[in-house]
């Protein structure tokens, strides 16, 4: 079974900064791997997955996300967040053949002006 | 549009009360899923579809149970023996992981949150 640890529960930064959210994985699988955004009281909305080729992965809203099989890592990153991208962020895992995800506990990223 | 449509937004339920939460979707998906989501922890499985007349537990299927008669629907209901249901509820589908084609990702409706008076 997997699991899936992201690594800041907290995350602020400035107004056009960079940001990074931090995502590891346990798995003796191959995998496949989603970022997904959260604003408040909605539903989840996929920014990016993984599933396999290119270890970098582009995704919507200007983010992006690298591949790292050896140190089981799916990093997330964004060169110059907006205040619109403060919202929770989940990373998720899978197994190829499993129909279940398993999902961190999340990142809040609070942007500030 | 396609997609997912859970109702009501809100719900309020006295103790000792069964609600149930409805998830409608039309995108001819196969697998269907419910999650729970407290502050801190993620989402975490309760039930899951993979089709039409069969359902498993997830992870904390403990005071909850769920139908499957339509492709479309998958309503949970919380019961009385849930010992702490105040939480933000979300219905997912999906394809099946091995279709030709799939996205391998889970689609999510706009969630239900559930306050127990």
């Known amino acids: 079974a997997q699991s899936v640890t992201q690594l800041d529960s907290q995350v602020p930064v400035f107004e056009e900064a960079p940001v990074e959210l931090r995502c590891n994985y346990s798995?003796?699988?191959?995998?496949?791997l989603f970022w997904y955004v959260q604003y408040p009281n909605q539903g989840l909305q996929l920014l990016l997955k993984y599933l396999s080729g290119s270890t970098l992965v582009k995704g919507i809203n200007g983010f992006e996300a690298e591949f790292n099989k050896s140190q089981t890592s799916f990093h997330l990153r964004k060169p110059s967040v907006h205040i619109s991208d403060t919202a929770e962020y989940f990373c998720?895992?899978?197994?190829?053949?499993?129909?279940?995800?398993?999902f961190g506990a999340g990142t809040t990223v609070t942007v500030r002006a | 549009d396609g997609g997912i449509t859970q109702s009501p937004k809100y719900l309020f339920r006295k103790e000792g009360q069964n609600v149930t939460l409805s998830c409608e979707q039309n995108l001819n998906h196969d697998a269907m899923y419910w999650y729970r989501q407290d502050p801190g922890q993620g989402l975490r499985l309760i039930y899951y579809s993979q089709i039409v007349n069969d359902f498993q537990k997830g992870d904390i299927a403990e005071g909850y149970s769920v139908s499957r008669e339509k492709k479309e629907s998958f309503p949970l209901t919380v019961t009385s023996a849930q010992k702490n249901p105040t939480a933000f509820y979300l219905c997912?589908?999906?394809?099946?992981?091995?279709?030709?084609?799939?996205?391998?990702?889970?689609?999510f409706g706009p969630g239900t949150r559930l306050t127990v008076l």
């Open positions: 798995s003796s699988v191959s995998v496949y």
């Open positions: 997912a589908s999906r394809t099946p992981p091995r279709d030709r084609g799939t996205n391998n990702e889970q689609f």
């Open positions: 998720a895992v899978s197994e190829w053949d499993d129909y279940k995800l398993s």
